[in-house]
């Protein structure tokens, strides 16, 4: 646990440093919010019917922006082998490295989730929901992206393929956390959907750092 | 044990697998091309027509074997990817690079056959509640994904088990998406005809199963065949390949 | 005699290129071999081969867990060297106290930048902190990927001074290098 806490800290402390740069998936989430809510014309029932799908969407796409530079760093200026090589368990620091991914990514985004709703027009029984199933959707988000992120470290512009990898395993979640939310704000179910939510982060959060430590040790064999 | 262990060691070596599969594709080939014209021609011209749908329901002796074979594929692909994480087994991502293209090309061929079905039967080119149709769409994007991944990294040996990773992430994927896709796909159930029944008399079924064996057999005729290439390409500066380019020049 | 390296007919290619072949190497406490070769040979490969970081090669390799020091500094250029340094102890699964990081730092000449970024620092500094977390970490063999690199003489006469003190205290250093090098008691040329 020692390993995991060291690089949690490590990754929040290098987060502190570079805020603008932490913080700028969250700004392109709130952008593209308001983006939305200009191009349906502000149509409150329009808008809160779509709103649930539309906020998974862009959650999703913002995730991408977090997820790319994940691993770049590191790559880059060396540290990332060092990980692998001086770590008894490689496997610790990179739990508490996606860890704090998602705490930087995941969890701002389920906080300010009542805001960016209201603005989209959700009605306010759909609002709790809503956090609710980002908390439990958003961990499987970052784990799977980190996997893609492993993938495409050492690839030039990987960014654009990062997207092309890991939006097709994401459309469980986007299924599912859509539906929750609906499902919950109308009150006909959706509380099965939260389980689904939940079972695949606790799935992910399980074998995800596997592949990650694969992809990275393969990862650095090309560099 | 002993002797699965000799065959196991024996995959492993590109001189003998690339010999003893040539008398496999050849008669995968073969069969392929008799079950599929049989298949084809007995589901088009001698089977009975559908009572709602007419003649248009012909297309599933093609849609189907298509896209029955593109999931088959899938797995297959998810399995090479196993093997080569575990063992390295070099043989594995020679079946990978193989696989990959015959699988988009039929999940391609899965996806406009069901949307040539589709114009006829619901009015629309694409349906989002049919779930096959959809999961196909996402095996798709797998597909595209592994042959991007492949295509973006220089070394071919890091590339191969890149590949692998993600294959295996997606085959985990794989049962969680299509069972994703078809609970959202009865909760929008707005046509009342699915694709996806499939209880019809044996007059109709029985070409369609001739067309699968036909299509699972072409689909091994053609991995054979790519396997077999890129193994010529790989060892092409060894002994064994130089001998074999003497003999096809002299036979010349 | 601790053997930390043992090395029979290792061979690598890079793609259809050979790099080296059939190459013979026994690595035993005190010793210090200098990698040498022309560029593109191997020499770096074959320290990353040793390291673990490279898995596709043909023949019989067993090496100890090590301390390496690649191209790359592996310094964050956001940390402090200190926050660099402690992550580095923690990291190999100790721990460092500031007086622990002031003489790894001071067996450099680098005290005064334990609080200066990592990015604030010139490359021959950068070299000079990377090279000081090796006695942090506690591991008997040492692989130094060019330690030279960005060096004034007098940084080059410490990681000298450096490395026969590692040697001489029984631990083992592979270094790949251009020059001859004043401590090596072995070459290993790869290219020949």
Same mark, same amino acid.
């Given at each position: 646990m020692g390993l995991v806490r060291l690089q949690f800290q490590r990754e929040w402390r290098l987060l502190a440093r570079a805020r603008s740069e932490a913080l700028n998936p969250l700004v392109f989430l709130i952008m593209t919010v308001t983006l939305f809510a200009l191009a349906l014309d502000g149509q409150a029932q329009a808008l809160s019917r779509y709103a649930a799908g539309i906020f998974w969407v862009l959650v999703l796409l913002s995730s991408l922006l977090s997820l790319d530079g994940m691993f770049r760093r590191d790559f880059e200026d060396g540290s990332l082998e060092q990980i692998l090589l001086l770590a008894e368990v490689p496997f610790l620091p990179i739990i508490g490295k996606m860890l704090a991914q998602w705490a930087a990514t995941g969890l701002p985004v389920v906080l300010m989730s009542p805001l960016l709703g209201t603005v989209l027009q959700? #009605? #306010?029984?759909a609002l709790g929901p809503l956090a609710g199933a980002l908390l439990v959707g958003t961990p499987t988000v970052s784990m799977l992206g980190a996997v893609g992120a492993a993938l495409v @470290?050492? @690839?030039?512009?990987?960014g654009a393929l990062l997207g092309l990898l890991v939006l097709p395993l994401y459309i469980p979640v986007l299924i599912f956390g859509t539906a929750a939310v609906n499902g919950l704000a109308a009150g006909t179910g959706g509380v099965a959907q939260i389980y689904w939510l939940a079972a695949m982060s606790v799935l992910a959060v399980t074998l995800a750092p596997f592949a990650v430590h694969a992809a990275l040790k393969i990862s650095l064999e090309n560099g | 044990m002993n002797g699965l262990k000799t065959l196991w060691h024996r995959l492993g070596s590109p001189r003998w697998f690339y010999q003893m599969m040539k008398p496999w594709q050849t008669g995968l080939g073969f069969v392929a091309l008799v079950a599929l014209l049989v298949g084809t021609v007995w589901g088009l011209a001698f089977a009975p027509e559908d009572?709602?749908?007419?003649?248009? =329901?012909?297309i599933i002796y093609v849609h189907v074997p298509m896209v029955v074979l593109a999931q088959s594929a899938y797995m297959m692909l998810g399995s090479a990817g196993f093997v080569l994480l575990v063992w390295r087994m070099k043989m594995a991502d020679v079946a990978m690079v193989a696989i990959v293209p015959v699988g988009m090309t039929v999940t391609a061929i899965g996806l406009f056959s069901g949307a040539v079905w589709g114009r006829? $039967? *619901?009015?629309?080119? *694409?349906? *989002?509640?049919d779930a096959r149709l959809v999961s196909t769409l996402v095996l798709l994007f797998l597909y595209v994904g592994l042959y991007a991944l492949r295509e973006a990294i220089p070394r071919a040996e890091s590339a191969g088990r890149a590949c692998a990773v993600l294959a295996v992430v997606g085959l985990i994927n794989i049962p969680i998406i299509k069972y994703s896709v078809e609970w959202w796909t009865t909760l929008h159930q707005?046509? $009342? =005809? $699915?694709? $996806?029944r499939m209880s019809m008399p044996i007059e109709m079924a029985a070409p369609l199963i001739v067309n699968i064996i036909g299509a699972y057999c072409l689909f091994g005729y053609l991995v054979l065949l790519n396997m077999r290439t890129e193994l010529l390409r790989r060892e092409r500066d060894t002994k064994w390949v130089g001998a074999l380019r003497t003999e096809v020049i002299d036979g010349v | 005699m601790t053997v930390f390296v043992s090395i029979q007919g290792l061979s690598v290619s890079r793609g259809r290129n050979?790099?080296? !072949?059939g190459l013979d190497l026994t690595l035993s406490a005190g010793d210090c071999v200098e990698v040498r070769g022309a560029?593109?040979?191997?020499k770096s490969t074959l320290l990353r081969c040793i390291a673990g970081l490279y898995q596709d090669f043909q023949g019989e390799l067993t090496a100890e867990p090590c301390a390496y020091l690649g191209?790359?500094?592996?310094?964050?250029?956001?940390?402090t060297v200190e926050e660099n340094l402690r992550w580095y102890a923690g990291l190999s699964g100790g721990s460092a106290s500031s007086k622990d990081i002031a003489a790894a730092l001071a067996t450099l000449e680098a005290?005064?930048?334990?609080?200066?970024?990592?990015?604030?620092?010139?490359a021959g500094q950068h070299r000079r902190v990377a090279l000081a977390r090796l006695p942090l970490l506690g591991h008997k063999l040492w692989l130094l990927d !060019?330690?030279?690199?960005?060096?004034?003489d007098a940084g080059t006469a410490l990681v000298d001074g450096l490395i026969r003190d590692h040697c001489a205290s029984g631990g083992a250093v592979m270094a790949a290098t251009h020059a001859d090098m004043s401590v090596s008691t072995a070459q290993c040329w790869v290219d020949r």
């Open positions: 959700l #009605p #306010p029984e @470290v050492g @690839v030039r512009r990987g | 009572y709602q749908q007419g003649n248009s =329901f012909r006829p $039967t *619901w009015g629309t080119w *694409w349906e *989002w509640t707005g046509a $009342t =005809f $699915t694709a $996806t | 050979r790099l080296f !072949e560029n593109g040979t191997g191209h790359n500094d592996g310094l964050s250029a956001l940390l005290s005064h930048l334990v609080r200066r970024q990592a990015r604030a620092l010139s !060019e330690p030279y690199t960005a060096l004034d």
